[in-house]
């Protein structure tokens, strides 16, 4: 008998009985984001034929260049989420501030916020290395009909209703989790459609790939530089093998399908890290542990953070349990 293969679609409707009482909404929400990656995908893959590479000429509230496609991503997922009024409310990592959506007649009955890096990596592109969209899905928690305030977006990670991301790769692939697991898609470019290609993704326990910018190594706090030794010992199961990318959602899917641990700590030079807990850390700290893995801030988990500001950085490890468990160990105690 023939395969039958679950598109990302049927996938969606089948799951929407995991929610009690669910009216649609998050499956609609989901639904728009498969959209917009399928456009951002698309102008992501010609980047090497038109004038969209370089610079956009201005700068992010990081102060970091923003490239041509980030601002072009940035665009499209808004869009996409504003002119379906699904959500109430977008904060991005590119723009100052969140979005408020106030819908039809200025009332927006609408019950979730979206926070989205819409293109993270992107001083890959380039030079042709993947990049990926990070999202995450949380509840409004001010009244519904009402503006959405800070406090909407200021939600612990634990709070999180669905994270997912898009690596624009090899193959593209829509990775997503909304607490039952974490599945992905991969999209057959010839059709449009992603299919289910890796049902219930688990890191393995342990693993032996370690992922950081070593080049910041003398900047590294002594726990990281132990946990790097570690790493490095000649020991029946080391050393490790060092690979980094430079793209978040790259090595984060390359270490939960192959087993390994993806650290960006924090340093002299970055006192805070460099990655943001709200478009980053928390949607993929959310995504590890539904996959069996686990993700800190070499203290803490990183789900259990209480945000004080909307592009707030923290330090990362994450990935398989048992490695993430042992950079913990030698990362000390908490000061
Ligand atoms: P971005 O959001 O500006 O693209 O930065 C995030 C990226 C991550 O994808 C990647 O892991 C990290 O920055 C690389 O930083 P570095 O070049 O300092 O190693
Ligand atoms: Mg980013």
Known sequence: MEKR????GE?????QKHFKYSSGELSRLINSIRLAAK???HEVNKAGLVDILGEAGDTNIQGEDQQKLDVYANDVFKSALINREIVCGIASEEEDDFITIQGKENCNSNKYVVLIDPLDGSSNIDVNVSVGTIFSIYRRITPEGTPV????FLQKGNEQVAAGYIVYGTSTMLVYTTGHGVNGFTLNPALGTFYLSHPDMQFPETGKIYSINEGYY???PQGVKDYLKYCQAEEEDRPYTSRYIGSLVSDFHRNMIKGGIYIY???SKAPQGKLRLLYECNPIAFLAEQANGK???GYQRILDLKPTELHQRVPIFCGSSIMVGKSRSLYGEIP
């Open 265 to 267: 700590p924090t340093s």
């Open 149 to 152: 305030q800070p406090e909407d």
């Open 11 to 15: 996938f969606i409707i089948d799951n």
């Open 218 to 220: 003398a900047h590294f």
């Open 39 to 41: 456009i951002v995908n």
């Open 295 to 297: 993700a800190t801030d």
């Open 5 to 8: 293969h679950i598109t990302l």
